[in-house]
């Protein structure tokens, strides 16, 4: 969500600041700001809107100075505003923070500093957070690193923070609980951000602090404690990302491009994993529960948005193949219930970025109930990662559209590998089976290579619906994720209404809105359930339905019904989910152009869900 930068070293803090937050503008915002501390004292600058607004605004104005902080707000308390937008400072002025996160227990701890005096300037969460750090620093005569360290353990919440004192303009001042904090080492320098895609330019080397953490930073110290008072010794560990990967490289939008990368992505997940000619899965990260793999109960998958989606995609797989009970569930409300889980579950936790609140809160939930944990997950450091037993990266390279695409297939790949590698524990596949299988799949980023070459032809579907205001997504089998995919696709970035369903379910409800104005997507490959899909689509154009079908090429049946046919290659059912879903996302983001949309930064969404 929010978006946080900090720089404390020798060169000019300013365009380093402003680059970073313009790096961050995927995370999803809706106003930006930046502090700077310099021999005239500290300037803050910010604005509702984009950092572009904020550029402007603050041209020709003071914006020295070797420390400094920004952010890019997603309101939570209070609306959208200059008043509102970070950073906020304590009630005497000195101090100033940046925050990613939510203070649930905000509101007592404002009656209460209202009462000694405090007056507030925003409706934000906060700066009550500041004003209570200044109020314990003013009580105990405490230095601001141990002011800030009590101050956090008073609070009920998530966050990531970064503290700057203009009477000290030589340290920064950083901690985090549930929120990400990575800190960027240089010589003589140091950066602070909410990930590393600000930090990349500048140095390789890296600290990612832990919850529960609090850093005092200078321009050649970094001490690190916990909140108990213990010191930590960092660990440095270096990137692996390249600048290249945070450009654009000609395309018109980051959705595109990465749209564009996924035959790469899906063939780096694989990798090293599999080895056709033997038929042979082999994962590291999760090696070491083999054994284990044989004798569990139950699979328990939690994840949330398109994450989930993928996980539908899982539980077909891995109930196919290694025929264990999979069980799928929005992190959000699994997290709520009281769910049976015992020592032989294990639970995958599925996350792009591993910083999804309600993924964590599952996770910790099921590790307190003595599950074993499995992660999913994109991003080398991150929380979910750290949190789990084990796990497998996707090794998707950085996502910048807030709308996944390339990490979508990705996250299915590894859900289809440790399917095939749970098969092969458990003895419920065959070898040669498994080499069909692993060959095919070894094949599918040139078949997925070929579904975009369709993109002129879904850009002219795209221009008959694009003025449409709902549209239903239909699928069948595991083509049923795929077609709920494709409605969120469609929501996120052109703001049309959609929906997905299984197709037989329309009879159920949905075909009640169907009419000469409604558009129906069905995923129609001639697979198991071909023949029911076509009975769904003659229901349709009974109802002058206009229907868009993705067909397997070379197919005749559905081409005579449908109004709009897209081709994909041929493949086994297992992969169905990886192909097909590319003609959706394409479909998604031309008519989202034509709309005139924001495609990488839809209204209202942040890349990373990071408060719940």
């Given at each position: 969500?929010?978006g946080i930068v900090?720089?404390i070293g020798y060169?000019?803090?300013?365009?380093i600041?402003?680059k970073?937050?313009k790096?961050?503008?995927?995370?999803?915002?809706?106003s930006a700001?930046i502090?700077?501390?310099?021999e005239?004292?500290?300037?803050?600058?910010k604005?509702?809107g984009k950092?572009?607004?904020?550029?402007?605004f603050?041209s020709?104005?003071d914006?020295?100075?070797?420390?400094?902080?920004?952010?890019?707000?997603?309101?939570?308390?209070?609306?959208p505003?200059?008043r509102?937008?970070?950073?906020?400072?304590?009630?005497n002025?000195?101090l100033?923070?940046i925050?990613?996160?939510?203070?649930e227990?905000y509101?007592?701890?404002?009656?209460?500093l209202?009462n000694?005096g405090?007056e507030?300037k925003?409706?934000?969460?906060?700066?009550?957070?500041i004003?209570?750090?200044?109020?314990?620093?003013?009580?105990e005569?405490?230095?601001?690193?141990e002011?800030?360290?009590?101050?956090?353990?008073e609070?009920?919440g998530a966050?990531?923070?970064?503290?700057?004192?203009k009477?000290?303009p030589?340290r920064?001042?950083a901690?985090r609980?549930?929120?990400p904090?990575?800190?960027?080492v240089?010589?003589?320098?140091?950066f602070?951000?909410?990930?590393a895609?600000?930090?990349?330019?500048?140095?390789?080397?890296?600290v990612y602090?832990?919850?529960?953490e609090?850093?005092?930073?200078?321009r050649n110290?970094?001490l690190?404690?916990?909140l108990?008072?213990?010191?930590?010794?960092?660990?440095?560990?270096?990137?692996?990302?390249?600048?290249?990967?945070?450009?654009?490289g000609?395309?018109d939008?980051?959705?595109?491009?990465?749209i564009?990368?996924?035959?790469?992505?899906?063939?780096d997940?694989?990798?090293?994993?599999?080895?056709?000619?033997?038929?042979?899965?082999?994962?590291?990260?999760i090696?070491e529960?083999?054994?284990?793999?044989k004798n569990?109960?139950?699979?328990?998958?939690?994840?949330?948005?398109?994450s989930?989606?993928?996980?539908?995609?899982?539980?077909?797989l891995i109930?196919e193949?290694?025929?264990i009970?999979v069980e799928?569930e929005?992190a959000?409300e699994?997290r709520?219930?009281?769910?049976?889980i015992?020592?032989?579950?294990?639970?995958?936790?599925?996350?792009?970025?591993g910083?999804?609140a309600?993924t964590?809160?599952a996770?910790?939930?099921?590790k307190e109930?003595?599950?074993?944990?499995?992660?999913i997950c994109?991003?080398?450091?991150?929380?979910?990662?750290?949190?789990?037993?084990?796990?497998?990266?996707?090794?998707?390279?950085?996502?910048?559209?807030?709308a996944?695409?390339?990490?979508?297939?990705?996250q299915?790949?590894?859900?289809t590998l440790?399917?095939?590698?749970m098969?092969?524990?458990?003895?419920?596949?065959t070898?040669?089976?498994?080499?069909?299988?692993?060959?095919?799949?070894?094949?599918?980023p040139e078949?997925?290579?070929?579904?975009l070459?369709?993109?002129?032809?879904?850009?002219?579907?795209?221009?008959?619906?694009?003025?449409?205001?709902n549209?239903l997504f239909?699928?069948?089998?595991?083509?049923?994720?795929?077609?709920?995919e494709?409605?969120?696709?469609?929501?996120?970035?052109?703001?049309?209404?959609?929906?997905?369903?299984?197709?037989?379910e329309?009879?159920?409800?949905?075909i009640?809105?169907?009419?000469?104005e409604?558009?129906?997507?069905?995923?129609?490959?001639?697979?198991?359930?071909y023949?029911k899909?076509?009975s769904?689509?003659?229901?349709?154009?009974?109802?002058?339905?206009?229907?868009?079908a993705?067909v397997?090429?070379?197919?005749t049946?559905v081409k005579?019904m449908?109004d709009?046919?897209i081709?994909?290659?041929d493949?086994?059912e297992?992969?169905?989910?990886l192909?097909?879903?590319?003609?959706?996302?394409?479909?998604?983001?031309?008519?989202?152009?034509?709309?005139?949309c924001n495609?990488?930064?839809?209204?209202?969404l942040?890349?990373?869900?990071?408060?719940?």
């Amino acid at each position: 969500m929010c978006g946080i930068v900090g720089y404390i070293g020798y060169r000019e803090a300013w365009p380093i600041v402003l680059k970073g937050l313009k790096r961050l503008e995927y995370r999803g915002y809706d106003s930006a700001g930046i502090a700077l501390i310099n021999e005239s004292g500290e300037h803050i600058y910010k604005k509702a809107g984009k950092v572009a607004v904020l550029e402007e605004f603050a041209s020709g104005q003071d914006k020295s100075g070797t420390i400094g902080m920004g952010h890019t707000r997603w309101a939570t308390h209070g609306v959208p505003s200059d008043r509102n937008s970070h950073p906020h400072t304590s009630n005497n002025g000195k101090l100033s923070i940046i925050h990613n996160g939510i203070i649930e227990n905000y509101a007592t701890l404002k009656e209460e500093l209202i009462n000694r005096g405090h007056e507030f300037k925003s409706d934000t969460d906060t700066e009550v957070l500041i004003h209570l750090v200044e109020e314990i620093q003013k009580i105990e005569h405490l230095d601001l690193l141990e002011a800030v360290r009590l101050a956090l353990k008073e609070v009920i919440g998530a966050y990531a923070i970064v503290i700057m004192d203009k009477e000290h303009p030589d340290r920064l001042i950083a901690a985090r609980k549930g929120s990400p904090m990575v800190i960027g080492v240089g010589q003589g320098e140091y950066f602070v951000a909410s990930d590393a895609t600000p930090i990349i330019e500048y140095t390789k080397n890296v600290v990612y602090l832990n919850d529960n953490e609090i850093a005092l930073i200078a321009r050649n110290d970094l001490l690190i404690k916990r909140l108990d008072n213990v010191v930590q010794t960092p660990l440095i560990q270096e990137l692996q990302l390249k600048l290249e990967m945070l450009e654009k490289g000609g395309f018109d939008h980051f959705m595109l491009k990465e749209i564009y990368e996924q035959p790469r992505s899906i063939k780096d997940c694989m990798r090293g994993r599999i080895y056709p000619e033997e038929g042979k899965v082999q994962l590291g990260g999760i090696k070491e529960f083999a054994e284990k793999l044989k004798n569990i109960d139950r699979i328990i998958i939690v994840a949330c948005g398109t994450s989930w989606h993928a996980g539908l995609v899982g539980e077909y797989l891995i109930e196919e193949y290694a025929r264990i009970p999979v069980e799928v569930e929005y992190a959000s409300e699994f997290r709520y219930r009281n769910p049976i889980i015992t020592e032989k579950d294990v639970v995958i936790a599925i996350s792009q970025s591993g910083e999804t609140a309600d993924t964590m809160a599952a996770i910790e939930m099921a590790k307190e109930r003595g599950a074993t944990i499995f992660g999913i997950c994109n991003v080398a450091g991150a929380s979910i990662p750290r949190l789990t037993h084990a796990g497998v990266y996707t090794h998707a390279g950085p996502e910048i559209g807030v709308a996944s695409t390339k990490a979508f297939t990705a996250q299915v790949t590894v859900l289809t590998l440790m399917a095939f590698y749970m098969a092969q524990q458990k003895g419920t596949i065959t070898t040669s089976k498994l080499i069909e299988l692993l060959t095919e799949l070894d094949n599918i980023p040139e078949k997925i290579q070929v579904a975009l070459e369709s993109n002129d032809l879904i850009k002219e579907v795209a221009e008959k619906i694009k003025d449409s205001t709902n549209c239903l997504f239909l699928g069948r089998g595991s083509g049923f994720p795929v077609a709920l995919e494709g409605a969120l696709k469609l929501k996120e970035i052109s703001y049309i209404h959609a929906e997905g369903y299984p197709a037989a379910e329309m009879k159920h409800g949905p075909i009640a809105l169907i009419d000469e104005e409604m558009p129906v997507v069905f995923i129609a490959t001639q697979n198991s359930s071909y023949e029911k899909v076509i009975s769904n689509i003659q229901e349709v154009k009974a109802r002058k339905g206009k229907v868009i079908a993705i067909v397997t090429q070379g197919d005749t049946e559905v081409k005579k019904m449908a109004d709009y046919c897209i081709e994909i290659p041929d493949a086994n059912e297992a992969f169905l989910p990886l192909i097909a879903t590319i003609p959706l996302q394409l479909l998604s983001y031309h008519i989202a152009v034509m709309r005139g949309c924001n495609v990488d930064q839809p209204r209202n969404l942040a890349k990373s869900v990071t408060v719940e």
